[in-house]
Protein backbone atom coordinates (compact mmCIF):
# COMPACT_ATOMS: atom_id res chain seq x y z
CA UNK A 1 0.00 0.00 0.00
CA UNK A 2 1.55 3.26 -1.04
CA UNK A 3 0.73 6.09 1.48
CA UNK A 4 -0.84 9.55 0.38
CA UNK A 5 -0.22 12.80 1.27
CA UNK A 6 -2.16 13.20 4.15
CA UNK A 7 -0.78 10.04 5.70
CA UNK A 8 0.90 10.33 8.94
CA UNK A 9 3.50 8.06 10.34
CA UNK A 10 3.73 7.34 14.17
CA UNK A 11 7.52 6.68 15.37
CA UNK A 12 8.10 3.77 17.95
CA UNK A 13 11.09 2.71 19.46
CA UNK A 14 11.06 -1.25 20.65
CA UNK A 15 13.09 -2.19 23.81
CA UNK A 16 15.23 -5.58 22.77
CA UNK A 17 12.40 -7.81 24.85
CA UNK A 18 9.65 -6.39 22.49
CA UNK A 19 10.75 -6.73 19.48
CA UNK A 20 12.39 -10.31 20.08
CA UNK A 21 8.96 -10.91 20.61
CA UNK A 22 7.68 -9.05 17.68
CA UNK A 23 10.43 -10.99 15.02
CA UNK A 24 9.22 -14.38 16.74
CA UNK A 25 5.60 -13.89 15.22
CA UNK A 26 6.28 -12.27 12.07
CA UNK A 27 4.80 -15.29 10.78
CA UNK A 28 0.89 -13.80 11.91
CA UNK A 29 1.99 -10.58 9.46
CA UNK A 30 1.98 -12.42 6.14
CA UNK A 31 -0.52 -10.50 4.58
CA UNK A 32 0.83 -6.76 6.15
CA UNK A 33 2.51 -5.39 2.93
CA UNK A 34 6.22 -5.95 4.09
CA UNK A 35 5.43 -5.31 7.88
CA UNK A 36 6.68 -8.56 8.40
CA UNK A 37 10.03 -7.84 6.82
CA UNK A 38 10.37 -4.56 8.36
CA UNK A 39 10.10 -6.53 12.19
CA UNK A 40 12.37 -9.02 11.29
CA UNK A 41 15.03 -6.38 10.02
CA UNK A 42 14.75 -4.38 13.11
CA UNK A 43 17.43 -3.95 15.70
CA UNK A 44 15.88 -1.81 18.10
CA UNK A 45 18.48 1.25 18.07
CA UNK A 46 16.11 4.09 16.80
CA UNK A 47 12.18 5.03 16.30
CA UNK A 48 10.76 3.43 13.27
CA UNK A 49 7.47 4.69 11.24
CA UNK A 50 4.22 3.19 10.94
CA UNK A 51 1.03 4.00 9.33
CA UNK A 52 -2.31 3.21 11.01
CA UNK A 53 -2.40 0.25 8.37
CA UNK A 54 0.76 -1.06 10.08
CA UNK A 55 -0.71 -0.29 13.46
CA UNK A 56 -3.93 -2.38 12.83
CA UNK A 57 -2.10 -5.50 12.18
CA UNK A 58 0.47 -5.14 15.17
CA UNK A 59 -2.46 -4.57 16.90
CA UNK A 60 -4.04 -7.66 15.84
CA UNK A 61 -0.42 -9.91 16.83
CA UNK A 62 -0.17 -8.12 19.96
CA UNK A 63 -3.96 -8.96 21.04
CA UNK A 64 -3.55 -12.73 20.05
CA UNK A 65 -0.06 -12.54 22.30
CA UNK A 66 -1.71 -10.78 25.29
CA UNK A 67 -3.90 -13.98 25.88
CA UNK A 68 -0.60 -15.93 26.40
CA UNK A 69 0.54 -15.67 30.32
CA UNK A 70 4.15 -16.37 29.30
CA UNK A 71 4.42 -12.77 26.78
CA UNK A 72 1.34 -11.05 28.31
CA UNK A 73 3.93 -8.30 30.35
CA UNK A 74 5.50 -7.66 27.31
CA UNK A 75 2.79 -7.54 24.78
CA UNK A 76 1.03 -4.94 27.13
CA UNK A 77 4.00 -2.75 27.00
CA UNK A 78 3.78 -2.86 23.37
CA UNK A 79 -0.04 -2.41 23.21
CA UNK A 80 0.40 0.90 25.09
CA UNK A 81 3.36 2.26 22.84
CA UNK A 82 1.05 1.36 19.74
CA UNK A 83 -2.15 3.15 21.35
CA UNK A 84 -0.29 6.16 21.83
CA UNK A 85 0.97 5.97 18.58
CA UNK A 86 -3.07 5.63 17.17
CA UNK A 87 -3.44 8.78 19.57
CA UNK A 88 -0.63 10.57 18.08
CA UNK A 89 -1.97 9.91 14.35
CA UNK A 90 -5.49 11.10 15.88
CA UNK A 91 -4.18 14.29 17.43
CA UNK A 92 -2.60 15.14 14.15
Excluded at 15 to 39: H, P, V
Amino acid sequence: MKPGKNDIKAEIKFETDELELLQENTWQMAESFGLDRRIDNLTGKRKVGFYSWDLDCLECVVSDLQKSPKDKEVADRIARKIEESYMFIKGK
